[in-house]
């Protein structure tokens, strides 16, 4: 049994990337132990579990609950039902302090993601947790990071000034799959057009610059070093098209990367085939 670190905000953390994470690796006789700046338990992106806000007419209380974009974009069943249990479980009630975290209690670190500009962004940029995630690496433990939560990895700077992932091989969210839910956003939740962008560009900067994909690029030895989905792959399709999620029995939709012990997937559709590979990386290293 691993003792796992998972950080994270106080609010607005993805439900699926978390909650399933967490539900395969206890399933598999981990121990996961939770962290938030104060030590309060937090809450999820409400919209994300609902899929409630993601369409025009979000608003109306009649028709509020017919979701649409709320279907494409929000945890499915999957991922509710985990967060629901992920409630129940004394661990994430009673979570540890960002200050308390010493790395050398832990043997692994799970850093999940979550795009809501204004729960998200203490996460990203919290120094604690970039040192933390520094010193994971330094010591060579297993590390696991999907969608958002490359970003701040990528943000973590050794000694030299480099980030944990210069000379790794990543992926993350890509621009494509942002780009699309960002569109879908400027539709459906037109009140809020940016809610799909923790970060978006300043003036003068190229449309995509502040993506996930081209910030954490930036981090690495070589643009070569970040990994997508070729076209020669047998399931290119399905894996790109930012409709099919992966589920406990069928991996075919997601793309996970593995670069030693440390893991990176793309986004919530990638969930149970991250959890489940990154569990292999710690059983492995067990036996």
Known sequence: MSLILL???????????????????????????????????????????????????????????????????????????AYAEMLRDPAFMNPMRWDQIEPGDFDALVLGGGHRARGMREFFESSILQRITVAFFAEQKPVAAICHGVLLAARSKRGDGRSVLYGRKTTTLPWAIERKGNTLAHFGRFWDPNYYRTYVEA??????????????????????????????????????????????????PAWVVRDGNYISARWPGDAHSFARTFAEVLEAGAA
Request: contains cysteine.
């Open 203 to 252: 003036a003068g900067q190229p449309f995509g610059y502040m993506s996930v994909q081209q910030e954490v690029t930036r981090a690495l030895a070589s643009p070569s070093d970040f990994s997508d989905v070729p076209a020669s792959d047998p399931e290119f399709k399905r894996k790109t098209s930012g409709l099919a999620r992966d589920t406990a029995t069928d991996e075919r």
């Open 7 to 81: 950080p994270i905000p106080s609010r607005d953390f993805d439900p699926t990337e978390v909650a399933v994470s967490w539900k395969i690796l206890t399933q598999r006789g981990h121990r996961v132990v939770f962290a938030t700046p104060d030590g309060k338990p937090s809450a999820c992106d409400p919209i994300m579990l609902s899929g409630i806000g993601l369409d025009p007419w979000s608003g109306i209380p009649v028709l509020r609950h017919l979701r649409v974009l709320g279907r494409l974009l929000g945890a499915n069943s999957d991922a509710r039902n």
